[in-house]
């Protein structure tokens, strides 16, 4: 199994600009989580699918993020515009549901100037 | 939102020293879980515990999972320097399936 797949792996970018991150779960995995990671603010969920249905974004810090998962094998988190405050490492992570165990990617680090 | 604190935040011990990590919460998870994570990787799922009470090992960690739910411990026995990580718990909710992380506990275990 090749794990949780998220690109790129990295990204720098200009405030202003749009940032699209990808991730693609586990086969047969039916919840997929996007979580951040800071410093000072540690693992954060931001929004989480059941069955590609957004179940809960109140993770999700304001407006200009948006997250989607057209289907069962891929979704996306995109910010627009994106700050230097968005600076951060995102993870997506997978899970089948009720299992308790959710995989995560390698993460996107993701650098706004 | 349910807060999971861990303690403490930082350690720096010697090879082959114990050490235990701690993760108190004021609410009950119906389970937690704990992670480690690498510079450069995402967490990985070390053990999830749901039962007060509960006490898994796996080789030198023990888990600990609090009579009433709202803690867990973490120890190392004999800690290596491949122990070197972030240690993560994690609660999930009684909705189901959300997790709320602790800050985390950065370990160093030096050779």
């Known amino acids: 199994d090749a794990g949780v797949i998220q690109s790129p792996r990295h990204e720098v970018t200009e405030m202003g600009q749009e940032v699209t991150l990808r991730c693609k779960p586990i086969?047969?995995?039916?919840?997929l989580f996007w979580y951040r990671q800071t410093m000072m603010r540690g693992l954060e969920l931001l929004i989480y699918?059941?069955?590609?249905?957004?179940?809960?974004d109140s993770g999700m810090p304001e407006d200009r993020f948006s997250a989607k998962m057209p289907n069962a094998s891929f979704s996306t988190l995109k910010i627009q515009p994106s700050e230097p405050r968005d600076s951060a490492v995102y993870f997506c992570?997978?899970?089948?549901?009720?299992?308790?165990?959710?995989?995560f990617g390698p993460g996107t680090r993701l650098t706004v100037t | 939102t349910q807060l999971l604190e861990q303690s403490p935040q930082f350690l720096s011990i010697q090879e082959g020293e114990n050490l235990t990590v701690y993760c108190n919460s004021s609410?009950?998870?119906?389970?937690l879980q704990w992670y480690r994570q690498e510079p450069g990787e995402g967490p990985v799922l070390l053990v999830t515990?749901?039962?007060?009470?509960e006490v898994k090992k796996l080789k030198r960690l023990t888990f600990q999972f609090g009579d009433a739910r709202k803690d867990s411990s973490l120890h190392i026995t004999a800690a290596q320097p491949g122990d070197t990580g972030l240690y993560l718990c994690?609660?999930?909710?009684?909705?189901?399936?959300?997790?709320?992380f602790g800050g985390g506990t950065r370990v160093l275990v030096k050779p």
């Open positions: 992570a997978s899970m089948l549901t009720d299992s308790y165990e959710q995989y």
């Open positions: 086969s047969g995995h039916n919840s």
């Open positions: 699918f059941n069955n590609n249905v957004p179940i809960d």
């Open positions: 609410s009950v998870f119906s389970s």
């Open positions: 515990v749901v039962t007060g009470g």
């Open positions: 994690a609660g999930e909710e009684a909705a189901g399936n959300k997790l709320t």
